[in-house]
């Protein structure tokens, strides 16, 4: 799993996360933004509208025969997309 998810993941991986990863590992494909050290404020892509928690739960999935062209990720906040969701963006 280290291969596959980075060190800066935000909250705890349920049981669609676990998915996910087993996924990612039988197809050589890593999870990008959670390979990049960011404030907890650029890592949330999900707000839930009842009680605002925040959750990590969009992904930039990359090939790992492009991991080193993979900058950074991060989310923009501001942006307004009128959804529960914020703006996820990676630079290659």
């Known amino acids: ?16 996360g676990e998915r996910l990863v087993e996924w990612a590992q039988r197809n050589d494909i890593i999870i990008g933004n959670t390979w990049f050290e960011q404030l907890p404020r650029r890592k949330w ?10 959750n990590q739960i969009d992904f930039i999935l990359i090939s790992k025969r492009f991991r080193n062209a993979f900058l950074i990720s991060k989310t923009l906040p501001s942006a307004d997309c009128y959804s529960d969701h914020v703006l996820l963006m990676g630079k290659i």
């Open 1 to 16: 799993m280290d291969d596959v998810v980075g060190p800066h993941g935000l909250g705890q991986k349920n049981e669609r």
């Open 45 to 54: 892509t999900w707000k839930s509208p009842g009680d605002g928690s925040r």
